[in-house]
């Protein structure tokens, strides 16, 4: 089966760097996806990545690496909009229909 | 920009009653979707299509069950609701090939059974 692990919950200052990681166990990978849910919102697409290395989009960064099953997202020049909740996302030959969300990571932003 | 939109996106109803939860999309994508979620926690995969007349049981048993008559239209109905389907329903979609990596989410129906 799939399985992902990515912390609960993550704080950080306005204006700072913060990285979210995410471990994957899964038979069969494609590629990883992040997505941001804000509060009662939908979650959003941010990024994917199916080779190793950084993909960068603005402010948000994601980075693979297969050999290890990791990955991560970094914010950079946190702002308090992206207080929010961010899913990691296994795209895998396994599972109903091969795509597997992780638990989730809060990220609070303090001023 | 995502068009992909849910009705009703609040609903408080009673136990038993039946419920239709409709989900429509104007991009003209393939493979639909629906997710439960619960608040705070992970997104589970309910059902799922790959185009008109194709469905699918995801990874989480679900009573509820969907059709695909139309490709833009993929509603969820439950025949008889319990308070333990007391969740938020996100329809999503996405294109299939290359660019279904990337999958669209509607803006959630909030379920709520007493």
């Known amino acids: 089966g799939q399985s992902l692990e990515q912390p609960s919950e993550v704080t950080a200052v306005e204006g700072a760097i913060v990285q979210i990681n995410c471990t994957y166990q899964?038979?069969?990978?494609?590629?990883l996806s992040w997505y941001q849910q804000h509060d009662g919102g939908a979650p959003t697409f941010l990024s994917y990545?199916?080779?190793?290395g950084l993909e960068e989009t603005g402010r948000f960064s994601s980075f693979l690496s297969r050999s290890d099953s990791y990955g991560y997202l970094l914010l950079q020049e946190l702002q308090m909009k992206d207080s929010a909740s961010y899913f990691c996302?296994?795209?895998?030959?396994?599972?109903?229909?091969?795509?597997?969300f992780g638990k989730g990571t809060h990220l609070i932003i303090q001023p | 920009e995502a068009d992909i939109y849910q009705t009703p996106r609040y609903l408080v109803i009673g136990t038993g009653k039946k419920i239709t939860l409709e989900c429509s999309q104007t991009?003209?994508?393939?493979?639909m979707y629906w997710y439960q979620q619960d608040p705070g926690m992970e997104l589970h995969l309910i059902h799922y299509?790959?185009?008109?007349?194709?469905?699918e049981k995801g990874d989480l048993s679900s009573e509820s069950t969907v059709s695909r008559i139309r490709t833009e239209h993929f509603p969820l109905t439950l025949e008889s609701a319990r308070p333990s389907h007391t969740s938020q329903y996100l329809c999503?979609?996405?294109?299939?090939?290359?660019?279904?990596?990337?999958?669209?989410f509607g803006e959630g129906s909030w379920l709520t059974v007493v």
């Open positions: 999503a979609s996405s294109e299939l090939g290359g660019k279904g990596n990337t999958i669209y």
């Open positions: 899964t038979s069969g990978f494609y590629g």
């Open positions: 990545n199916a080779l190793d």
């Open positions: 996302a296994v795209h895998s030959g396994g599972g109903a229909d091969g795509l597997t």
């Open positions: 991009m003209g994508h393939d493979k």
């Open positions: 299509s790959y185009g008109v007349n194709s469905t």
